[in-house]
């Protein structure tokens, strides 16, 4: 399942006549189509120059969280750390915001652009423990494609 959706993002990446934010919005789109535990797909970015993630595009339900401070929740918490935060069971989480009652588990890729985190991929999972070393190789693959968008 991977190794075609490798595939197919590159080619997004590289499509010509759409912007950035509609390449990230089909990728979004055909993560959450394609990978079944795959229930919330979206990216955040930081917000200028402030001490915060503002929401991008996304798929699946909308959330309240268009804004996250640096530090607070995972996504927060990803965008000081540099590293990837995997979250099997949310409910063992303090600093976590919770977007939805049905979300399990959830991870949290940065995206790097020259070295420099300017975002990060977020997925929720409905299901609980989804998420595997794989998950994080292909997130990590999609991200450095996505980064030569910017
Ligand atoms: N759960 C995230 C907030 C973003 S939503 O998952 C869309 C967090 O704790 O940072």
């Given at each position: 399942m991977f190794?075609?959706?490798?595939?197919?993002?590159?080619?997004?990446?590289?499509?010509?006549?759409?912007?950035?934010?509609?390449?990230?919005?089909?990728?979004?789109?055909?993560?959450?189509?394609?990978?079944?535990?795959?229930?919330?797909?979206?990216?955040?970015?930081?917000?200028?120059?402030?001490?915060?993630?503002?929401?991008?595009?996304?798929?699946?339900?909308?959330?309240?969280?268009?804004?996250?401070?640096?530090?607070?929740g995972i996504c927060g918490q990803v965008a000081v750390s540099n590293q990837n935060f995997v979250v099997p069971d949310v409910t063992a989480q303090d600093n976590y915001i919770a977007c939805s009652i049905t979300v399990k588990a959830e991870i949290v890729v940065p995206l790097f652009v020259n070295d420099k985190n300017i975002g990060q991929i977020d997925i929720d999972s409905n299901t609980p423990d989804p998420f595997s070393a794989e998950d994080e190789r292909f997130l990590e693959y999609i991200n450095r494609e996505v980064a030569q968008l910017f």
């Amino acid at each position: 399942m991977f190794s075609q959706l490798k595939l197919k993002i590159s080619s997004i990446v590289r499509e010509t006549g759409k912007d950035t934010d509609e390449k990230l919005q089909s990728i979004c789109e055909l993560l959450k189509e394609t990978v079944p535990y795959y229930d919330w797909v979206g990216f955040y970015f930081r917000n200028g120059d402030k001490e915060e993630l503002k929401l991008g595009p996304y798929a699946g339900a909308p959330t309240d969280h268009t804004i996250i401070p640096f530090g607070k929740g995972i996504c927060g918490q990803v965008a000081v750390s540099n590293q990837n935060f995997v979250v099997p069971d949310v409910t063992a989480q303090d600093n976590y915001i919770a977007c939805s009652i049905t979300v399990k588990a959830e991870i949290v890729v940065p995206l790097f652009v020259n070295d420099k985190n300017i975002g990060q991929i977020d997925i929720d999972s409905n299901t609980p423990d989804p998420f595997s070393a794989e998950d994080e190789r292909f997130l990590e693959y999609i991200n450095r494609e996505v980064a030569q968008l910017f």
